[in-house]
């Protein structure tokens, strides 16, 4: 990870009798409450390059400084998964919206909301009821390699490939982008009915049935759905599984229920369990070395939104390493305040580190999520306002992107 340094200012950031050196790459965030990995100091932040240059405290006296006006200083936030860019293409059941705008905006929103590095979590494979999300992913793997590169994108984006293993052809469509280069992460899903985060078919009918299905077209979706799971589920997952074997590519399971279904993951070389849906899968999880992430909407909702374990008792529990937005990019930053609000909060380098440090380690990127000098410079500025954390201001690699 980024080396640390610190230093002191007192009343110039030069040499005393020096004269100020002033770099046309070179960023000062003074004035600013900084969250370090492991403290909170009230200090400077110097960035060149792109790089943070100097973390020390007090302040800088150098004309071109940026007073924060005590405002939070944290890193850049690491989203290791998102659905929003479906929701921008898709924003109503009937209504597709052009992709490179719903991308643009997409993006948009997570600069907006302080994510500097967003894993994209695009679905490979339908169950039935969501046909439109093949052409979300091949659009929107198009668009980000005829945007990445332009300089034109607030957040850095990576992909994450969402599996669904009882799906036809889910094989098919991650071999069209299995070597791309911007792959971080890989999760295996089970949308069932019946299993998973549907365990409860009572739900998942309401939940078809207020999207404008027939109780009879769901009736024979879900027994369409059961004979295709018990045929295809067994021979995609080994499928995939051996084709992410040996790569430098996070893999996840996700929405665990049961501990049977950890072991059985932890059996197949997964060392993640995304979403699990109660709290006896995320304590077998932590027991079996596992990384766990749960989702920031959870916390911020104050309870899951279809009935499964509170993400605030995982955390009492000592059962979350990560927060990712899910489907809000906004709820992160809101997240890791909540989680460090109250007598019983955890320490708020700990609660930051849930949404920055820590998922940059689980997606493999060692250059960021830290303030500490070394690190890439995604900085955001935060002010607490009533308890809600206000983005102020977002950089990535030094350069003012919100």
């Known amino acids: 990870m980024c080396p640390e340094r610190r230093v002191t200012y007192v009343s110039s950031r030069t040499v005393a009798g020096a004269e100020p050196t002033f770099l046309t790459d070179e960023l000062i965030l003074t004035g600013a409450a900084i969250v370090l990995p492991d403290s909170l100091i009230r200090g400077t932040v110097v960035v060149r390059g ?159 049935r207020r999207e404008g299905y027939s109780p009879e077209a769901i009736e024979g979706r879900i027994a369409e759905l059961r004979q295709q799971r018990a045929r295809l589920r067994g021979p995609n997952r080994e499928s995939l599984l051996a084709r992410v074997a040996g790569r430098s590519v996070a893999i996840a399971s996700h929405d665990d229920r049961t501990e049977e279904e950890i072991a059985g993951n932890a059996a197949d070389g997964i060392r993640i369990s995304e979403f699990p849906v109660t709290l006896a899968a995320a304590e077998a999880a932590k027991r079996a070395g596992m990384d766990v992430i749960a989702g920031a909407p959870n916390i911020v909702r104050g309870g899951s939104h279809s009935g499964n374990v509170r993400a605030a008792d995982l955390l009492r529990a000592g059962a979350v390493d990560a927060f990712a937005s899910d489907y809000v990019p906004a709820s992160l930053a809101e997240a890791a305040f909540l989680a460090a609000a109250g007598p019983n909060g955890r320490p708020l380098p700990d609660a930051i580190a849930l949404i920055s440090d820590r998922p940059a380690r689980i997606a493999g990127l060692a250059d960021r999520g830290r303030i500490a000098a070394g690190c890439r410079a995604d900085l955001v500025r935060v002010r607490l306002h009533e308890g809600l954390p206000i983005i102020r201001a977002v950089w990535r690699a030094g350069e003012r992107v919100a």
């Open 50 to 208: 792109g790089v943070i240059a100097e973390v020390g405290t007090g302040r800088s006296a150098s004309a071109s400084a940026l007073d924060c006006d005590g405002d939070y200083l944290i890193p850049g936030i690491v989203d290791l998964h998102t659905d929003n860019l479906e929701r921008q293409a898709q924003p109503r059941s009937n209504a597709r919206w052009p992709s490179r705008s719903a991308l643009v905006m997409h993006d948009a929103q997570c600069a907006a909301a302080g994510v500097t590095t967003v894993l994209d979590a695009l679905c490979l494979g339908d169950l039935g009821f969501d046909e439109g999300r093949a052409q979300t992913f091949r659009d929107g793997i198009a668009d980000l390699d005829a945007l990445t590169d332009t300089g034109l994108l607030k957040s850095e984006h990576f992909l994450h490939l969402r599996c669904e293993q009882p799906a036809a052809g889910v094989v098919e469509l991650f071999d069209a982008v299995a070597d791309h280069t911007r792959l971080r992460m890989v999760s295996l899903m089970d949308h069932s009915p019946g299993v998973g985060q549907y365990a409860d078919l009572r739900y998942y009918t309401s939940l078809k």
